[in-house]
């Protein structure tokens, strides 16, 4: 018997591409258009599936396009071993609170708020999401109401001023790269003096920006962040404004290439009393197959957590 996320996938795979028959626009473009005709035209079928089916099946679409179509590296979606992992450590910083208002950087298609959302039952969320693709922030919007999850929406460079701010939490899986607008850059304190700046460091900026005193950030980031003949400005700028909790390698399995691994960094924006040192937790995660080391890995995070963040 087909499950209610192959049902959903069949559904949104097949108009995203009787509708590129149509109109000859990319799939991802008109997978956004198949989610809001399923919205508006299946609504006893939605109602009969989860929100995790839901997500699912939106996943395996885009996964499925992967396949048939080049895309550039920027619009690849969070996958769900990294978004998981993601929605379990802003599970645990945030364990006190159950309102949190949450900046998603660089948001794409607004799946990492997805899982975010569907992983953290027990919170409420008020998601703003900042995208400067156009086609992606058009799919984030018909993604929000296929989930029947509140989005807003910030179709705009999320390197230039924000339109938000004083958030609990920042995240993001930082797009790599050099910013093209140096007049902006060097308005800013992680902006190179000569030539174009890294997209990736302006962001880590930007996060920091957008959180309240005492708000946590985030960051899927390259693993060779700290390695490159830059690295004095960028741990300036983290040391001066934010106190650094941990970066998590991520299991070298996820990746193609070594050039591509990629890693979390969780930061705090300092808070406005002055707060206890915190050892900084830099570990490698375990592969997620891997059931007994990542349970070890996660007893060790969470010492680590009862140790350094219980409490403050």
Do not use: C
Request: charged fraction near 25%; proline fraction near 5%.
């Amino acid at each position: 018997m087909e499950t209610m996320i192959e049902t959903l996938f069949k559904k949104l795979d097949g108009k995203a591409k009787e509708l590129q028959q149509e109109n000859g626009h990319s799939y991802i473009e008109n997978l956004g258009l198949s989610l809001e005709a399923i919205y508006m035209h299946d609504r006893e079928l939605l109602e009969r599936s989860t929100l995790s089916d839901r997500r699912k099946a939106f996943q395996f679409a885009y996964l499925s396009m992967l396949k048939e179509e080049m895309i550039q590296p920027n619009h690849q979606i969070t996958p769900d071993s990294i978004g998981y992992f993601v929605s379990y450590m802003v599970k645990m910083f945030t364990e006190e609170q159950q309102n949190l208002s949450v900046v998603d950087i660089g948001s794409g298609t607004g799946h990492l708020s997805a899982t975010i959302n569907e992983q953290n039952p027990e919170k409420m969320f008020q998601h703003s999401l900042v995208e400067v693709d156009p086609v992606l922030a058009r799919v984030s919007v018909h993604l929000a109401n296929f989930l029947e999850v509140p989005f807003d929406i910030y179709p705009q460079d999320a390197i230039m001023p924000l339109a938000v701010e004083e958030a609990d939490i920042v995240v993001g899986d930082l797009p790599v790269g050099y910013y093209p607008v140096d007049e902006r850059s060097h308005d800013m304190k992680l902006g190179f003096t000569e030539g174009h700046s890294f997209s990736h460091h302006l962001m880590i900026e930007q996060s920091i920006k957008a959180l309240k005193p005492g708000g946590f950030s985030f960051l899927v980031v390259p693993s060779q962040l700290f390695e490159h003949d830059r690295v004095e400005q960028l741990q300036h700028f983290i040391a001066t404004e934010s106190i650094m909790q941990a970066f998590l390698n991520l299991p070298k399995s996820l990746f193609k290439t070594e050039s591509a691994q990629k890693s979390i960094l969780v930061l705090q924006k300092k808070p406005e009393q002055k707060v206890a040192p915190v050892e900084v937790l830099l570990a490698n995660i375990p592969d997620f197959k891997d059931g007994t080391a990542m349970k070890k890995f996660l007893d060790e995070f969470n010492e680590w957590y009862q140790i350094n963040r219980k409490n403050k």
